[in-house]
């Protein structure tokens, strides 16, 4: 009986740092096969570079449109993420994460914890207006959006959003749920 405790031991320090649940995600419309597994496989890098915020990353959908006035959109009430097809696979991964991004900043109530840090780290005013801008590239939303997509996927998709280092080293930290991030 004395092994038992020692066993238990040995499981628990054997386990993965992280036994938290990957979030549910689905694919809906008629989305192509090689979609859905350039989604699946997204989804699953996205949720990795956010290990400390999968407990709070609700429920997705996903589908591929034909037409679509952007390269992606996000609709909070359904939780559901749309990425314009044909596109290239790096075209449409970029675009995936910039849309989980959105998605957890409707669904993870601890974005909002960042999001001031987060705009000190681009330079802006801590009181900025988040989903306002003079354009589409200095909405503090999007640029958050673009910052995740550094930090999951790396160099920028799009250069005319400028992302500062430390925004990104900032998003890292958070995402191991660490805000100590230096300078």
Same mark, same amino acid.
């Given at each position: ?6 066993? $238990? ?25 090689? $979609? #859905? ?22 429920? =997705? +959908? ?5 037409? $679509? ?23 449409? #991964?970029?675009? $995936? ?29 801590? +009181? ?23 930090? =999951? ?7 005319? =959003? ?17 805000? #100590?991030?230096?300078?």
């Amino acid at each position: 009986m004395r092994r038992l405790p020692a066993l $238990l031991l040995l499981f628990a320090l054997a386990m993965p740092p992280s036994t938290a649940r990957v979030p549910d995600m689905t694919i809906g419309g008629a989305s192509p096969d090689d $979609l #859905r597994a350039l989604i699946v496989a997204t989804w699953g890098r996205f949720v990795e570079a956010f290990p400390a915020r999968r407990s709070c990353l609700a429920p =997705v +959908s996903v589908q591929g449109a034909w037409e $679509l006035d952007d390269r992606g959109s996000y609709d909070p009430v359904r939780r559901l993420v749309t990425v314009r097809i044909p596109g290239t696979a790096p075209n449409l #991964r970029d675009s $995936l994460v910039h849309e989980f991004a959105h998605h957890m900043e409707f669904t993870c109530a601890e974005q909002h914890d960042v999001r001031v840090p987060f705009l000190v780290a681009q330079a802006l005013s801590p +009181s900025a207006p988040w989903f306002e801008g003079r354009s589409w590239e200095t909405t503090p939303s999007e640029q958050f959006a673009e910052a995740v997509v550094q930090v =999951v996927l790396g160099p920028p998709a799009h250069p005319t =959003v400028l992302i500062l280092p430390r925004s990104v080293a900032l998003l890292r930290a958070w995402a191991r749920r660490d805000l #100590r991030h230096g300078p």
